[in-house]
C-alpha cells in the first residue's frame, strides 16, 4: 500500500518518513511534499492510494488538496494531522470523506494505526468495485489471447473432443457439434538472396503480416486462426457435416492458393503453406495440424511459394518432436531459469525426437534440429553462441564430432545448464551496476535529502522493485543505509573539527536540533560531546 506525506514542517515531514518502520506494516512511501500544490502534481506521478496531510500549508492547503483530488480519484484515502482543533475544519473533514482527523502532537502508534485503517478502506473498495462489469471488460481484453491459447492447445492435441465442445462454446462462434476440419499452416519461405528490406531478425515481424493478412482476407470464411509454437499462421477450416469432403479440400485448397497470392502482392516476398486431410473428429485437430506441417515441409524438395497437400505415403511417424509446444514449454523455462523445467522440456523433445531415430540420417537431422534451437535461444537474448556455451562451441561447427546418443544427450543437458548460469551471470551484472549507482549518488549527494522514491525517479525504475534489490544486495533497507552513512559522516566531520551546524548541512539536515537527536538516537552521545571528545 502506498503513502504520501504532505507536511510543510520539513523536521516532522522527514520525522513521518524516516522514524516510523512502514515496511514492517507493508506500507511503502512513495512521496513527500511540502503543501498543497506540490502534493497535487506528486499525486498525479505517483498515484499513492493513501495521503497522510497538514491542514494549514502555503500555496495550497490540506482541505483544498482532498477536494481538487475527490473529483479525480474518489477512493483515494486522506488523513489529517492538524495541530488546530476546530470545528469548521473538522466538518468539511467529514463532508469531504476524510479517513481519520488526528490532532498534532499524535503519537506514532495513533498514526500508524490510522493509515492501516485507511488502508483496509483501500482494500475493502478495490474488492467492492471488482464487480460484474470490470470481469466483464476484464474477459473482453484477455479474450483474443484466452482465444489464441485454447487454439493452440487444441491444435497440440491436448483436448478431448467434449473439451473441445464445452470450452469452446464462449471462444469460437460458429463451433457446432457436427462439423467438418481442414488445418492449414502458412509460413513465410527463407529470405531470398539479396533482399535489404527484411533480414532474418525480422522474423517476428513477418509472421506477424502474414496472420494479419490471413485474418483479414478470411474474415468471411468459416474458420479460426492463430499463431503456433513456431510463429507460423494456423488455419482451423470448417464446413458442414453434408458437404462432400473432397469438395471441402478443393475449396480450402483454392482459398490457400489465393491467400499465399494476396501475401505476395502485399510483402513482396512468398510464403508457403501445408493442407491437412478432412475430418469431422474434433479431437483429430491435433492430427490434421501435424499433417499439415509435415506436408509444409515437403516445399524443401518442390520449392517455396506453394500450397502442399498432405500425402498418406508421407504419414510415417515424424522424426522431429512431434509436440508444437515443447520449444515454448523449453524456452519459458530457459527464460525463468528454472534448471528442472527446461531439462524435463529437454527430455521430451528427446522422447520424441533421437529415440525415434532409426537411422544415422536420422539422428543428424535431429541433432541438426536442436542446434538450431539453441542458437535461436541465445541470439533472441543478443547474446553471443561462444560466450554462453563456452567449451561446446566447437560442436556447432561440426555437429557430426557428436557420434553418439548418449554424448548428444550430454551435450544437451550442458547447453541448459550453461545458458541459465550465463543469464543468471548477466542479471546479477545488472543489478550489482544499478546498486552501484545509488551507493554513488549517496555519498555524492550526501548535503542534500534523499529518499527511496527520488532516486527510484532518477534510476528510471519503480521504488517497490529498488527497495527489494537493494535490500537483497547490500542486506540493509535504503532508509538504513542513508542513515548510517550520513551518521558516519557526521561523525567524521566532527572529529576533524567542524562546528555542529556544518556537519549537519554537510549530511543534509537543515535543523540543528532535529540532526542533534538523530545523531544522539544513533551513537548515543550528542554531536557537541563528540567534538569535545
Known amino acids: 500500500m502506498n503513502l504520501m506525506i504532505v507536511e510543510d514542517e520539513a523536521r516532522l515531514r522527514n520525522s513521518l518518513a524516516n522514524n516510523i518502520p512502514w515496511e514492517d506494516h507493508g506500507i511503502e512511501v512513495v512521496g513527500l511534499a511540502a503543501n498543497g500544490k506540490e502534493a497535487l502534481e506528486l499525486i498525479e506521478r505517483k498515484k499513492p492510494d493513501i495521503v497522510l496531510m497538514d491542514i494549514q500549508m502555503p500555496e495550497m492547503d490540506g482541505l483544498t488538496l482532498a ?4 473529483e479525480k480519484d474518489p477512493y483515494l484515502q486522506f488523513i489529517i494531522l492538524s495541530g488546530h482543533d476546530n470545528f469548521a475544519f473538522a466538518q468539511s473533514a467529514v463532508e469531504l470523506g476524510i479517513s481519520k482527523y488526528l490532532l498534532k502532537p499524535a503519537g506514532d502508534t495513533d498514526i500508524v494505526e490510522a493509515v492501516l485503517e485507511a488502508a483496509e478502506k483501500v482494500r475493502a473498495e478495490m474488492e467492492k468495485r471488482h464487480n460484474e462489469r470490470k470481469l466483464q471488460l476484464k474477459w473482453a481484453q484477455h479474450l483474443p489471447y484466452v482465444k489464441e491459447m485454447f487454439l493452440q492447445y487444441w491444435l497440440a492435441g491436448k483436448f478431448e473432443e467434449w473439451e ?19 488445418v492449414a499452416v502458412v509460413d513465410m519461405d527463407p529470405l531470398p538472396e539479396g533482399e535489404t528490406r527484411f533480414n532474418e531478425s525480422d522474423g517476428p515481424l513477418l509472421d ?47 482459398l490457400i492458393v489465393k491467400l499465399l497470392f494476396v501475401i505476395k502482392e502485399c510483402l513482396k516476398l512468398t510464403a ?30 518442390y520449392g517455396n511459394d506453394l500450397a502442399v497437400p498432405y ?28 534448471t528442472d523445467q527446461a531439462l524435463e522440456a529437454l527430455d521430451a523433445i528427446w522422447q520424441q525426437g533421437m529415440l ?10 535431429n541433432v541438426l534440429y536442436l542446434s538450431s534451437l539453441f542458437i535461436r535461444f541465445v541470439h533472441k537474448q543478443g547474446w553471443s553462441l561462444q560466450e554462453v556455451v563456452g567449451a561446446d562451441f566447437g560442436y556447432y561447427h561440426n555437429l557430426q564430432s557428436l557420434a553418439s546418443k548418449d554424448q548428444i544427450r ?12 550465463y543469464q543468471q551471470r548477466q542479471r546479477k551484472t545488472t ?15 550526501m548535503d542534500q535529502e534523499l529518499s527511496l522514491h527520488t532516486v527510484a525517479d532518477r534510476l528510471f525504475v519503480n521504488s517497490s522493485y529498488l527497495s527489494r534489490l537493494f535490500k537483497q544486495e547490500t542486506g540493509k533497507s535504503f532508509s538504513a543505509y542513508v542513515l548510517e552513512r550520513k551518521m558516519e559522516f557526521a561523525k567524521q566531520y566532527l572529529l576533524e573539527g567542524a562546528k555542529v551546524y556544518d556537519a549537519a548541512r554537510m549530511v543534509g539536515y537543515r535543523d540543528v536540533s532535529y540532526f542533534t537527536r538523530v545523531f544522539r538516537k544513533y551513537w548515543g552521545v550528542t554531536p557537541g560531546e563528540i567534538k569535545g571528545g
Open 272 to 301: 508457403s503453406a501445408g493442407i491437412s486431410k478432412p475430418s469431422s473428429d474434433k479431437e483429430a485437430v491435433g492430427k490434421l495440424y501435424m499433417q499439415a506441417r509435415k506436408a509444409l515441409q515437403e516445399r524443401i524438395v
Open 67 to 70: 477536494r481538487q483530488v475527490r
Open 356 to 365: 525415434k531415430a532409426g537411422s544415422v540420417e536420422e539422428m543428424q537431422e
Open 208 to 254: 506477424f503480416s502474414v496472420k494479419s493478412v490471413a485474418l483479414e482476407y478470411l474474415e468471411r470464411t468459416p474458420c479460426w486462426i492463430c499463431s503456433d509454437s513456431a510463429g507460423s499462421t494456423a488455419i482451423i477450416f470448417t464446413a458442414a457435416p453434408e458437404e462432400d469432403g473432397q469438395d471441402f479440400l478443393l475449396h480450402v485448397n483454392t
Open 311 to 338: 500425402r498418406e505415403e508421407n504419414a510415417a511417424d515424424p522424426v522431429l518432436p512431434s509436440e508444437p509446444n515443447i520449444e515454448k514449454k523449453l524456452e519459458i523455462a530457459l527464460e525463468l531459469a528454472d
Open 410 to 421: 550430454q551435450w544437451m543437458n550442458r547447453f541448459v545448464r550453461s545458458f541459465i548460469a
Open 164 to 182: 473441445v465442445s464445452e470450452k469452446g462454446r464462449d471462444l469460437l462462434p460458429g463451433l457446432q457439434k457436427d462439423q467438418q476440419y481442414i
Open 431 to 445: 543489478s550489482h551496476k544499478m546498486v552501484r549507482d545509488i551507493l554513488t549518488i549517496v555519498d555524492k549527494e
